[in-house]
Structures are given as C-alpha cells and as structure tokens.
C-alpha cells in the first residue's frame, strides 16, 4: 500500500518525525560516547520518546512524564532492598518507555535479576558502559523534541490560517482539495454519503472506489483516514486520504483533513453536495468530449467512482433551450451537466430485450427546438465519439438555421446532408463567392426589406415550393402567394418555381448563415 508522506518545509524530501525514537536517542553522539548496550527489549526500540529524565527513585510515580526515556546512575538497581521486576513495572507505570543505566560508579554491571525483569516484560534496558554527562543527554534529546514540537504546532497553524483564508474568500471547493493534498502532499478525495467521489486531489487510486470506500477506516484493509464534511445534523460526505500514513503522520494528516471538512462545510451551503457532483459529472463529460480512445479506460474508473454504471450503453442528448431539468423526471439515472458551453443529458439504455430509446422518450417531452442534437446508442468507450457528433450536429444546424427554424430533432449519426457540407466548408472562399451570386440583389436591399426577403425565400424552400404550404408560412392567402413568389423570383433574377433554383436558392441561405451575415 501507498504510505503519505508529510512535508511541512517544500525544501524538506524525507519524513518529517514528531518526536525521536529510543534508537534515534541511543544513536546521538551524546550517548554512543558511552558505548551502549541494549540489554532488552530490542524489539520497543521504536518507540517514541517524548521526554527524557533523570531519575534515581525505585518508585516514581507521580514524577514522570508520559513517554519519558529514564535516565539513571543505577542506585535503585544496586540497592539490595529494591524488587527488579517491582523496579521496571514501577517505571513503566509512571511513563518510562525505556531505561538508560550507566554502570561504573555504583554498579560493575547490570544486576541479572533486573535484565531478566526487563526481557521478561519486553521493557527497553541499555547499559552505558563508560561514563556520560546527563545534562548533555537529556539537552540535546529534548532540543531535538523542542525543536519538533514547534514545527508540529507551527504546520496545524498553518494549515488552520490556510483554510480560513480560503473560506474567508469564498474559494471554489476544488481548491480547498487541491490546498489539503499540497500539504499532504498525497491524495484527497471528496465523497457523499452514496460514496461517489464528488472532488479530487492528488491523483488517488480510484479504482472500485465504492467498494473500497465503504471498508475505509484507520482499522481497514488499506488504514485510510477520514473526516466528516456538513454542519453538525446535517452530514453530507466526508473526507479521504486513501493511502496507508506514514506512522508519524497521524496528527497532521487528522489536522488538514479537520480544518480542509470545516472549510468545505462552510463553502458547499445548506449541506448539498449535488451541486459538487453535478461538477464532477460536467468535468468528466468534458474530458470525454476531448479523449482519445486510449484515455477510456480511466475515465471509466473516474465515471463509476462518480455513480456512473459504466457498462452499458448510452445515448447523447445535446440541449439549447434549457430545458435539462426535465431530464432526470423522465429518466432518473440520466447524467446532466454542462459541459463545453452546451447542455448534455447521458441517457443509459436499458438492459431489458426489446427496451425504446429513452432518449426519444425525453425528446418527446421537450419544448419544440429545445433539442439540439442526438447521438447513440453506443458503449462507454464509444461516448468520446458520440459526444463529439452531438456536438457537430448541434454546430452545423445552430450555424445555417435562422433562428426558430431548426427542426424538432436533428437527424442521428451525424447525417447532416447539405448542412454539413455547408458547415465543413465554413469560409471557403468560393462558398461565399456562391453566396453573392444568388442572393447578392437581396443583400443589397436595406436592412427591414432585406430581413423581410430573406424570410420569404426560407419560407419557400421549407414548403418545397408548396404554393399553399408557402401561403400558411407567410400567413397569406394563395394569390397574395402567388404575387410573392413572383416578386421574390425577380429579385434573384430566377423561376422559383424551378427545383433546382430552389436548391441553389436554399445552399445560398445556408451558405449566408454559416458565414455569419
């Protein structure tokens, strides 16, 4: 497993360590001076000393702080009336985790009923076996904790003064993400209470993150540590670092992981993260919008940390009339977000033989013209592509219609016809050169006048040449139609009447709005 490692200094590559060990302790020059010898509990030379004291009480308690490394000339141990195995229980009993004794002054050597005492509960014995000055042992070791101890305090302020500021300001959630994984230096990830990842960090692992996520816990297989987010009543997710921490990592990583909670509780109102997950699903689809095939395989790990159910199929449905709240009414394990500036609603399909498109269904439900594309149906590895033809669709009919006039729903697959041979040629030059030679008499008329002829000859084109479906368009009757179609014939200087000065007609308006004019 990944272990996190805290680095408080950006300067600083290593571990950061609160406090020194027995071993650090016994490896100090101060102290092999005195040739040590570890006479037991080799396997507790780990442990933490917080403190280091000189004491020469065969009964301290009350004396000693918790954690203390006891330092002694050995008058306990050479007094005759002293229990060894009262001795080491006493000791560890008030705070010592380990004794240092230095023979020579008042012992030849460590008595063995006192080592066998020490083995026997496991309790970390050394013999100095030349003379040392404790006060240079006992300054040195505690300069050393001193010295920690600040930078422990001085990394939780901080950490503190970093959040606050970030809630004082307003910051966007992700960089309140982003600050704690700095500090951190490893990952964070932000869930719900459904455990789908809402914001991340760092880069985590999020492979079968639900799964995972629910075993998560100091006392899990993978020893995350976790922390709440929501005002008190009302919890919405919590806080990850899903990585196993160093074992001197554990109060800071709870100190950012704290202060990190109480900023996003602050920031995400009214204790919702739906808002947060909608992001996600916005981000996500944008980046599938823009990956390659060989980036699928992640952003299907990132989908389904989201609460995508990835293996399925799927239909697009590209939106221009605001009208993606209706979505999850019709189809309530749609995706809806937005991303790329356009709307998009992600349809699963069902599993069931024989199942309709829902996305046809949600279509149907639409206002007129709310719709701007539809793409699918096709798999998870396929939505890159999908997304990319909803969006050329939605482009090539927002870019030769006039306003209104685009149809219900757009063809699928991509089948744009003469609109896309328009859209694709965008500023060709001889595109526009056609352009001028049709409607050039028109787009010479002042503006009311030209407006008006533009919407004449849309009119037509759209009826086919259908006098009486021409005369309902304009809402005339057929010989005020006729008498149009007349006028309108003269001013291109064609027979309108004629399919194919019609056709011509019709690329000449496409033309003219993909250009822009």
């Given at each position: 497993m990944d272990t996190i490692r805290i680095v408080f200094d950006p300067d600083e590559n290593g571990v950061r360590q609160v406090y020194p060990t027995i071993a650090d302790v016994l490896a100090r020059p101060e102290v092999r001076a005195g040739a040590p010898a570890v006479r037991a509990g080799r396997a507790a030379l780990g442990t933490e000393v917080r403190w280091v004291h000189v004491s020469e009480l065969a009964e301290p308690a009350g004396t000693l702080p918790d954690g203390v490394l006891v330092l002694s000339v050995g008058l306990p141990a050479a007094d005759p009336t002293t229990d060894p195995a009262r001795y080491v229980a006493a000791v560890r009993a008030a705070g010592g985790v380990g004794l240092v004794v230095e023979i020579g002054q008042h012992l030849a050597t460590l008595p063995d009923p006192l080592v066998q005492a020490a083995r026997a509960a496991g309790f970390p014995l050394v013999e100095l076996r030349r003379t040392v000055r404790f006060a240079d042992v006992v300054a040195g070791v505690l300069?050393?904790?001193?010295?920690?101890?600040?930078?422990?305090?001085?990394?939780?302020?901080?950490?503190?003064?970093a959040f606050r500021t970030l809630t004082l300001h307003g910051a966007d959630p992700q960089r309140v993400l982003a600050e704690a994984a700095t500090l951190l230096d490893g990952p964070v990830v932000c869930e719900d209470l459904a455990h789908r990842v809402l914001l991340t960090a760092g880069e985590p692992d999020?492979?079968?993150?639900?799964?995972?996520?629910?075993?998560?816990?100091?006392?899990?297989?993978?020893?995350?540590?976790?922390?709440?987010?929501?005002?008190?009543?009302a919890r919405w997710g919590r806080l990850a670092v899903p990585?196993?921490?160093?074992?001197?990592?554990?109060?800071?990583?709870?100190?950012?992981?704290?202060?990190?909670?109480?900023?996003?509780?602050?920031?995400?109102?009214?204790g919702a993260p739906a808002g947060l997950l909608r992001a996600a699903h916005a981000a996500l689809?944008?980046?599938?919008?823009?990956?390659?095939?060989?980036?699928?395989?992640?952003l299907a790990v990132r989908a389904r940390a989201a609460g995508i159910d990835t293996t399925g199929e799927f239909e697009v449905v590209l939106l221009d009339g605001g009208s993606a709240g209706t979505a999850p009414a019709v189809v309530p394990d749609a995706v809806v977000a937005t991303a790329g500036g356009a709307e998009i609603v992600l349809v699963p399909l069902p599993r069931r033989a024989g199942a309709g498109s829902r996305a046809d269904e949600l279509v149907r439900l639409l206002p007129a013209g709310a719709v701007a594309a539809v793409a699918g149906p096709g798999p998870f590895d396929r939505l890159p592509e999908l997304l990319r033809e909803a969006r050329a669709v939605a482009a090539a009919y927002r870019s030769t219609s006039p306003d209104g006039a685009r149809p219900p729903v757009p063809p699928r697959g991509g089948r744009l016809?003469?609109?896309?041979?328009?859209?694709?040629?965008?500023?060709?030059p001889r595109l526009l050169g056609f352009v001028e030679e049709q409607l050039g008499p028109v787009l010479a008329l002042p503006g009311p006048e030209r407006e008006q002829a533009l919407a004449g000859l849309d009119a037509l084109v759209d009826a086919g040449g259908v006098v009486a479906e021409f005369a309902r368009r304009i809402g005339t009757g057929r010989p005020a139609a006729y008498a149009r179609l007349r006028r309108l014939s003269a001013l291109v200087g064609a027979d309108l009447t004629e399919p194919e000065v019609r056709t011509s007609v019709h690329l000449a308006l496409l033309g003219l709005r993909r250009a822009g004019h």
């Open positions: 300069e050393t904790i001193l010295v920690e101890r600040h930078a422990r305090a001085s990394f939780t302020e901080h950490a503190g003064s999020l492979r079968d993150w639900p799964a995972r996520s629910r075993l998560a816990g100091p006392a899990g297989p993978e020893g995350w540590r976790t922390a709440p987010v929501g005002l008190p009543g990585a196993r921490p160093a074992a001197d990592a554990e109060d800071r990583i709870a100190a950012v992981l704290g202060h990190a909670a109480d900023a996003l509780s602050l920031l995400v109102r009214d689809l944008g980046a599938l919008a823009d990956a390659t095939p060989v980036d699928t395989d992640r016809g003469v609109r896309g041979l328009v859209w694709r040629l965008g500023d060709d």
